[in-house]
Structure formats: C-alpha cells, structure tokens
T-cell receptor, first 112, second 114 residues
Framework: GESVGLHLPTLSVQEGDNSIINCAYSNSASDYFIWYKQESGKGPQFIIDIRSNMDKRQGQRVTVLLNKTVKHLSLQIAATQPGDSAVYFCAEPSNTGNQFYFGTGTSLTVIP | EPEVTQTPSHQVTQMGQEVILRCVPISNHLYFYWYRQILGQKVEFLVSFYNNEISEKSEIFDDQFSVERPDGSNFTLKIRSTKLEDSAMYFC????????????FGDGTRLSIL
C-alpha cells in the first residue's frame, strides 16, 4: 500500500494559539487528501479535503496546505480551542478509490 | 445530520467464538466499508461493499471474515473464529456513491478477545 505518515506523534499548544499538523505522503500520483479528527471514543470525523489542483483550501478555522513538490500537506488550526484536542489523521484514497490509507495520527493537546 | 451507527459499542468475546458487529449506514448511502484500528495504531482498511458484493478487501480480511447486508438498513461484519489479535476498534463507514469523497464513519465497536 501507499505510505501516508505524520512527522510528529504529539503536539501541545496553548489555547488561542495556532496549531500546525504535518503529513508526508509517498505516492506522487495522489490527487486527493483528507484530514480527519478523531476524538477519544469516537470514529474519524471529516474536517477538510483538498485536491491536487489546489495548494490551499480554507474552512472554518482550518486551512490545509498542499506542497506537491515535497509531497507534504499540513493542517493549520487557528485560535486552537480545548475542543480541538484529538488525534488528527491525514488520509489518501487508493488507486481504486475503494479505501483510504490513513497516517499514524498526531495527538493534539490544547492547554487551557 | 445523518449518522452511521454501530452496535454494540463494546463486545467481549472468548477466543474461538464467532462475533457479529453491526452497522446502520446513512440511509441513502450505497457504498459501505469496514476498517479496524488496533490500539495506538493507524486505521486500517478491511473491506468495501457495494451492490451486495465485496468491491475490494485487504489482506487482513481473510477467510475468517465475512460481510453481509441482510436487509435494507444493516451492514454486518462477522468474524468466524476470533483470535486474540482481532482485538481492536472496528469502524463502519459509508458513502453516497462510488466517487472518491470523504467516508462517513460510525463511532466504532471495541472488540475485546479474551
């Protein structure tokens, strides 16, 4: 399978600060990426996605940046809140589109 | 907002026993998936299902596993003879159609094999 991995397993930020979570991928042909948030005891929840014809996409308080040159994407969370504490996964679809490959995940802890 | 629901939330089973994990996908969705997540590890794909057939399965999904859509609302994962290493969170997901898009996940069933 393809490799989707994360640079840092844990991240702690002060409430109100911005958070940046990184992800590296290995398949240069990948054209779609998703960020999921997983809170304790819950399933992955879709946050934002981006297609390879874009290098930036913004949502509510979240921004995803895609750098195809170095096969890297990041999730930026503005004004991080305690409710943002969770594990964040990047994911990309297989060539068939029938499954997603998930990264290992970064655990974000927001310090009040 | 429509949700994928899974039951039970926690299943404890003796090794060697059969277990059935149940999922109710979002009602108008046509594509269904099972993933598992061993504690502390990444989410891993097991199987995808469409039109009463398996579309794709991973090497984890061996002969001990089967899936079924017994009626118009449920989607089940059966493990025939459970092993200790089957202990994990099992997530069901669904999508409206076959286009590449975010999959909607349930909150999972925690399977503990004793």
């Amino acid at each position: 399978g393809e490799s989707v991995g994360l640079h840092l397993p844990t991240l702690s930020v002060q409430e109100g600060d911005n958070s940046i979570i990184n992800c590296a991928y290995s398949n240069s042909a990948s054209d779609y990426f998703i960020w999921y948030k997983q809170e304790s005891g819950k399933g992955p929840q879709f946050i934002i996605d981006i297609r390879s014809n874009m290098d930036k996409r913004q949502g509510q308080r979240v921004t995803v940046l895609l750098n195809k040159t170095v096969k890297h994407l990041s999730l930026q969370i503005a004004a991080t809140q305690p409710g943002d504490s969770a594990v964040y996964f990047c994911a990309e679809p297989s060539n068939t589109g029938n499954q997603f490959y998930f990264g290992t995940g970064t655990s974000l802890t927001v310090i009040p | 907002e429509p949700e994928v629901t899974q039951t039970p939330s926690h299943q404890v089973t003796q090794m060697g026993q059969e277990v059935i994990l149940r999922c109710v996908p979002i009602s108008n969705h046509l594509y269904f998936y099972w993933y598992r997540q061993i504690l502390g590890q990444k989410v891993e794909f097991l199987v995808s299902f469409y039109n009463n057939e398996i579309s794709e399965k991973s090497e984890i999904f061996d002969d001990q596993f089967s899936v079924e859509r017994p009626d118009g609302s449920n989607f089940t994962l059966k493990i025939r003879s459970t092993k200790l290493e089957d202990s994990a969170m099992y997530f069901c997901a669904s999508t409206l159609d076959g286009r590449v898009q975010p999959q909607h996940f349930g909150d999972g069933t925690r399977l503990s094999i004793l």
